[in-house]
């Protein structure tokens, strides 16, 4: 299960790296594309009852 969380925090790095990328470029499509994968770890790590928030909290802007 250690190596699965791991790879899980890995590809959502990954991900929020290439949507601020994305982002930064002007590329909506692939930000959209980007934001999709986030989206859809943050519910496999639901699924599975990690926690994620503690880490992901500060790069989640603050409305």
């Known amino acids: 299960m250690r190596e699965f969380v791991l790879t899980l925090h ?3 790095h990954d991900s929020i ?3 601020r990328r994305a982002h930064a470029r002007g590329d909506d499509d692939l930000a959209s594309a980007q934001a999709g ?3 859809d770890l943050v519910e496999i790590a ?12 500060a ?3 603050v409305g």
Do not use: C, M, N
């Open 10 to 12: 890995l590809r959502l």
């Open 17 to 19: 790296t290439a949507l």
């Open 59 to 61: 790069l989640s802007p």
């Open 46 to 57: 639901a699924r599975h009852g990690i926690d994620i928030e503690a880490g992901y909290t």
């Open 37 to 39: 994968e986030v989206e």
